[in-house]
């Protein structure tokens, strides 16, 4: 019966196959992944890393992944915060703002999150002026159709070698800090690193005498020019993708700190610990182990949900690909190179959540 | 002792006290929860105070506020899309229909095989109510269907449809033949790992080119087929927790009995492995409603694209807020309507095996 099963399963897939492959013919499309090194000729509206359309396709997926995860780390990481506090919310005996908190979740886990995106998208493009009348509600922030323009700090020729140098010194200070003045409690600590790293910083800054200078957007005829950009795609996938992420995040939250057992909750009192006290301590922590896993998943569906980005337009992963599908028609090819990419992540993010959970299940005696 | 009502007044406004202001952060989270509560009037002004419910000519509503006069007078379009207004009744039917085979589903008095006939029977009558062309029905063509029969219909179909490929994959996962449980394995990972748009992709655009040239499927049909594959892969998994949850001395009696195999699926195994999985199941079925607001990337005239498109009409100042709204309600009270619905029968269920 197993050989039956695979023997059609073979000749499902043969059968495929040779259709692809006559459609494919007949519609003369070029098939191969030669087409990845030719220059992509088409714009991609933004990025964070650099493009130009003279790159090659590869460049392009390239540029479409790191936006994909740029988004997706965005969006975890506002909504991980965020869950907390919801969930916290959720749980507190504060009539108002538990129903608040409750109320929030059930409106936004109910309306599905293109509806939502489509929806912030609509009131950012639509209740925003022109350029030409920007609202200044701080000076030097420029809020329009266009997006949010504003200052940035912009370093003269060698800023990236003190940004490095920086980063270097930061993951000094906290190694060293952790080795060797481990007795001191972390909240205590953390203060003096930011402090240690700051003026390292700008020691540096100034042993390196890189100019740094601020710079502000302009308008120039019909939109404003340099200064730092947020475009209202981007707005609008990252404030839809957390809000409803969040809903989602504060009830795995929620129900991992439900389902600690309360005696925990009274041998704490009883040993006279305060509430926010046994909450950080003796709940949080032992909730986080029933968290980890559909915190998981979790995270792997937002990766997936950044898809949903092409409503909107901003150029992540799928619309880089809808757009090589519309200009070489390489369909199998393009779709094949999303699949591998989204293996990849979920896999990743998988082995990486693994082991964390690995990690604090040690604890368990 | 004084009356002992005063005291139990007093000290219940006294509690209410001590929790809004007992301490700091109780004061802190008060005044938090009521800047959030007025943070959110001016959206209330904007749309019930400030809205336009009926208006003369559409230039009224450039004053601000809501426009709920553009939606009244789009109703038509978002609910049933381009599908010819008198023959609109049909639609409606057609809505009426899923509406009580999904109550008809979600009550645990109608389960078994009756279920399946009646499903059947409707799904057929809805197909031939929306496309006619027999009984003196007028011929409407797929591209003409729109608006929330299409949510409907593609949620109820691609859920229907893939149950008993869930049921398949959930078995052979589960089950002894390694050939079978390899791909079941394969097939359930592959397309979970893929966002749902990514499948859309490839049923818009790979499934004509897998096909032979004179097959051909309509837009509708391979959105249907995504979503079927969508819905099987995550079912699969829900029914395979219920089979895990199964005792294995079900399936051992079963075989000592010499009960052959399907029969002991459909009448020992999937009756009590689908009972303990019922709240995920209800989930599954949530997300496949929100899920059908995704076909708009492909193109497919659901009621979210029929919102869309009504907004841009330019007689009407940019309403595509009032139009995004409305479509949410209509998402949100099917949405939490099942919640509800299912959250009802459990705990119905649940008073039942405690007494």
Same mark, same amino acid.
């Given at each position: ?173 906290? &190694?060293?800090?952790?080795? #060797?003045? *481990?007795? @001191?409690?972390?909240?205590?600590? +953390? %203060?003096?690193?930011?402090? $240690? ?71 704490? &009192?009883?040993?006279?610990? #305060?509430? *926010?006290? @046994?909450?950080?301590?003796?709940? +949080? %922590?032992?909730?986080?182990? $029933? ?75 | ?355």
């Amino acid at each position: 019966m197993q050989i039956a099963l695979l023997g059609g399963l073979l000749g499902l897939l043969y059968w495929v196959a040779g259709n692809a492959v006559s459609n494919l013919a007949e519609r003369g499309i070029r098939t191969g992944f030669d087409f990845l090194f030719h220059p992509a000729r088409f714009p991609i509206s933004e990025s964070i890393i650099h493009y130009t359309p003279s790159d090659s396709f590869l460049w392009a997926f390239v540029v479409g992944v790191a936006n994909t995860l740029w988004l997706s780390v965005i969006a975890v990481v506002l909504a991980t915060i965020g869950g907390l506090f919801l969930a916290l919310a959720q749980l507190s005996k504060h009539p108002l703002l538990s129903r608040l908190a409750v109320g929030y979740v059930t409106l936004f886990r109910n309306i599905p999150l293109i509806v939502q995106l489509l929806f912030f998208y609509g009131l950012v493009t639509s209740s925003l002026p022109a350029p030409r009348d920007a609202f200044q509600r701080v000076s030097g922030v420029f809020l329009s159709l266009r997006g949010v323009y504003a200052p940035t700090l912009v370093m003269g020729p060698g800023g990236g070698w003190v940004i490095a140098a920086s980063i270097l010194l930061l993951i000094a200070v906290i &190694r060293v800090g952790h080795r #060797r003045f *481990r007795h @001191i409690r972390l909240l205590r600590r +953390l %203060p003096a690193y930011a402090a $240690i790293w700051f003026l390292g910083s700008i020691v540096i800054w100034w042993l390196a005498d890189v100019p740094l200078g601020l710079e502000s957007p302009a308008l120039h005829g019909l939109n404003f020019r340099g200064g730092m950009y947020l475009s209202p795609e981007f707005a609008a996938i990252t404030i839809g993708l957390a809000l409803y992420t969040t809903a989602f995040t504060g009830e795995i939250i929620r129900g991992g700190i439900e389902a600690v057992d309360k005696g925990q909750w009274e041998g704490g &009192r009883a040993l006279g610990l #305060r509430d *926010r006290q @046994i909450m950080f301590r003796i709940v +949080l %922590p032992q909730a986080l182990r $029933i968290i980890v896993p559909p915190m998981t998943s979790q995270y792997l569906s937002t990766v997936k949900n950044t898809t949903l980005a092409v409503a909107v337009g901003y150029p992540e992963l799928g619309l880089v690909v809808n757009t090589v599908i519309n200009q070489t028609g390489q369909a199998l090819e393009s779709i094949m190179v999303m699949l591998g990419v989204f293996l990849t992540v979920s896999l990743t993010v998988s082995l990486i959540m693994n082991r964390f959970n690995a990690k604090i299940a040690l604890v368990e005696r | 002792m004084a009356n002992p009502n005063i005291p139990a007044k007093r000290s219940a406004i006294h509690r209410l006290f001590t929790l809004l202001f007992g301490d700091w952060l109780s004061i802190l989270l008060t005044v938090l929860s009521l800047g959030i509560v007025i943070g959110l009037v001016p959206a209330f002004n904007w749309a019930v105070l400030d809205a336009h419910w009926t208006v003369a000519s559409p230039a009224e509503c450039r004053a601000g506020g809501a426009c709920w006069a553009f939606i009244s007078a789009k109703l038509n379009f978002i609910l049933f899309g381009l599908y010819p207004p008198e023959e609109q009744w049909r639609a409606i039917i057609v809505v009426i229909v899923i509406v009580m085979l999904v109550l008809a589903t979600l009550s645990p008095k109608m389960w078994g095989g009756r279920l399946l006939v009646l499903w059947a029977a409707g799904i057929a009558v809805m197909l031939v109510l929306m496309n006619g062309g027999i009984l003196g029905l007028a011929y409407v063509p797929t591209s003409k269907w729109g608006g929330l029969p299409v949510t409907l219909l593609l949620a109820v179909l691609s859920l229907g449809l893939a149950f008993p490929f869930a049921i398949v994959l959930a078995l052979g996962r589960r089950g002894s033949l390694p050939v079978m449980r390899n791909v079941s394995i394969f097939i359930i990972e592959i397309v979970r790992g893929l966002p749902l748009v990514g499948l859309l992709f490839v049923a818009a655009i790979l499934l004509p080119l897998f096909l032979p040239p004179d097959w051909t499927i309509d837009k509708l049909g391979r959105t249907l087929a995504a979503l079927t594959v969508f819905a099987a892969a995550y079912l699969a998994e829900v029914i395979r927790g219920g089979l895990q949850g199964l005792p294995s001395g079900q399936i051992e009696a079963s075989q000592a009995l010499g009960i052959p195999y399907w029969r002991m699926v459909w009448h020992i195994v999937l009756p009590q492995a689908i009972q303990k999985v019922i709240p995920p199941l209800t989930n599954t079925a949530i997300v496949m409603v929100k899920n059908t607001a995704l076909v708009l990337i492909v193109g497919v005239f659901d009621m979210l694209s029929a919102a869309r498109s009504a907004a841009t009409d330019p007689a009407w100042p940019g309403p595509s807020t009032e139009a995004y709204l409305f479509v949410a309600g209509i998402y949100f009270v099917i949405c939490y309507g099942i919640a509800a619905y299912s959250r009802h029968l459990e705990a119905g269920i649940n008073s039942r095996n405690h007494s």
